[in-house]
């Protein structure tokens, strides 16, 4: 498999959670950087958290697409400049230290930027991930950044309320049960 497929199957898999796209493509000991943000299965080294990362993913923004751009490969690792497109359909949560950070209640909104994640292969599989995100871009297209007034309301009554804290735990409930199901062997829907 060359550079350019390895880049559009493992976005692919963060698209569609496709368990064995993931086995074929994401090493045992693949390690994303990344996961920081994310629930605390997408830490999990190898496709369970690969696929923990695209439940992530999938339970915030709604036809989730990685259109590639471009691709480079250089000493083992490859580049890949994409966009990331979607629908915000779904509580968009983001993590620090494994505990809820930011809940951004679903504004049904498109996003739709650009990134640069750097992936390291060894025997053509993925071994690593980390990524240049132009967030700032995404939380505008969300009405975060600046802040709109509604969704700023919005947020401070999800945080008070207990909405946040409940999203929170649903989405790393969802993100540990394909880390587990890809674990186990089952196939999910």
Known sequence: MNADELARGLFRILETGDPSLAASLVADDNHNREAAVAPSACAIPGPAGTLASSAWMRFAFSDLRFPVLGVAESDGQVWVRLRMRGRHTGPFVRFRDGALDQAIPPTGRQIDFEQVHVLGVRDGKVVSHEAVRDDVTML???G???PSPAVGLRMVAWRLSGRATRAAAAVSQEA???A??????????
């Open 176 to 178: 540990d049960r394909a």
């Open 180 to 189: 587990e199901a890809f674990r186990s062997g089952v196939v999910m829907s």
């Open 140 to 142: 505008g297209q969300l």
């Open 144 to 146: 975060v950044f600046p």
